[in-house]
């Protein structure tokens, strides 16, 4: 069963993303939601999602450190992470690189995008 | 088609092992079902002879079987449902909305880089195309001259222009308030054209209350349109007005601006009305071989401003030389050539005419070095100073003087040739030539 995870701060943009994906829940995704980077990293190697959207500016742990545990030092496979940064600040596409983000995607985002990009990743 | 999908619902919720736990406090069995049937959830040993339904609004979402004590979770069951309906539709209109701030961001972006009112309009489309489904789309621009809405950009050609107050368009233009028209042919003042179409919403462009325009879409297909639909339309055109005014009021500055050199270059012109239409031939001429060099639009704007005021510093130089008949004494001669030095003097307080200061100066500097004021040789001379002494030149020599008359087309193409290296600059004489021999005499 194909799983998406988001993780971000703001329940705001948690629900969003949730509401934007709804079209494929009816298709069988499982929608996971995580509040902060450890919470992620636990629904990560406990899950295995295949798709996770990531935000970068978090307390704590922050998108870039998550991202850098997950597929340089846990080197956890068959993951694409979406990492979300917000309009006006300069994405550090070498940092990005660096820990190894798929790509990246600016808020406020393009609902349409969004679900373009699952499901592609996801196949459907 | 349930909004809620039951199942999804207490899977979520974590619900499923809590209901476990009270169903096996009460020592009951509890079977929830979907309303197609489904196995949602089963627990506990015992009879279930009583169903209780799970209700949103008039829709029933499924049924607990069980004993007379599961009664109690119902309403709470009930409760979860309608409260998650509930957050659902605001997730909803949340989304929608932040779909609104996510286009509206894209447009402000792009918008703020046009200046061109026909582009901006184009932007607009574009942006309106992600957000809403039409078949035609116009944005019109109000001309309060002519009292008409003209087209600045269309899908099609189902538009066409039409006048304030006339039409749907015009009725929104003068009333300053937008429309849906679901059902154009139930409409007396629909205008049809050569394209059909069914459902219409227009929208003005108001700056302060002021009218300067309206955006159109149309369907083909009756009742497309929603007050939520005419909604976005309307928080579209807001910045949509600011941009396509600012466009205007950029335009006119140019205008102006343009009109007012001009005005400046004729003030010569009025001292030494043989030089009348000189100014505008040089600036032809200019231009001609500006644009075969491939010159950009933003080095022609520079070339044209310099060429229109490339003698205005002739107005330091005295009457009884600037307008002698004869033929002038070196001393005279002297005098006149600081026209070229007064010309860059006159204009240098003019921060906007930063860049066109050389041409002015340097018309008179000769390719090999034996010109003035400053003897520049060669690629030194600013390109827009090579141009205009080949223009020049070549109007001079064309044009009647009271000392004698002048030459035509060919020998005039003959002079530049025989100069070309010396006074004018090889590749620029090649060009003028090439070009100019695919056209008359001009003027």
Redesign the interface.
Known sequence: MPQILIVDDEP?IR??L???LEEL??EGVEIITAENGEEALSIIRDKNPQLVFLDIMMPKMNGFEVCNKVKNELKIEGIYIVMLTA?GQEFDIDKGKCVGADIYMTK?????AIVAKAREVLGL | MSTI?LK?LLSKKKLIPLIKNIASLYKEGVTIRASDGTLIFEAGEGARPVEYPLTLGDETLGVVCGGEKTAEIIDLLNYIISSEYEK?TL??E??DK??E??LL?DLGERITACLNKRQVAELIIEEIR?AIKFDGISVMYLNRDTGMLQILASSNQAYFSIALGAGIAGSVASKGKGEIVNDVSSDPRFIPGPNPMSSIMCVPLKINDRVIGVINVHSVLPHVYSAKSLKLLATIAAPAAIAIENARLYEDMRETFLATIQTLAATIEKRDTYTTGHTERVSDYSLAIGKSIGLTDSQLDKLKLASILHDIGKIGVKDTILLKKGKLTDEEFAEMKKHAEYGHEILSPIAQLKEILDGVKFHHERYDGKGYPDGLKGDEISMEARIIAIADSYDAMTSDRPYRKGLTTEKAKEELARCSGTQFDPEIVEIFLKNSAHKGRQG
């Open positions: 705001l629900m969003l949730e509401q934007t829940e009816d309009k406020p985002f393009d609902p349409d | 999908n999804r659902k997730a909803k949340t989304l932040y779909k701030i996510t961001s992600k």
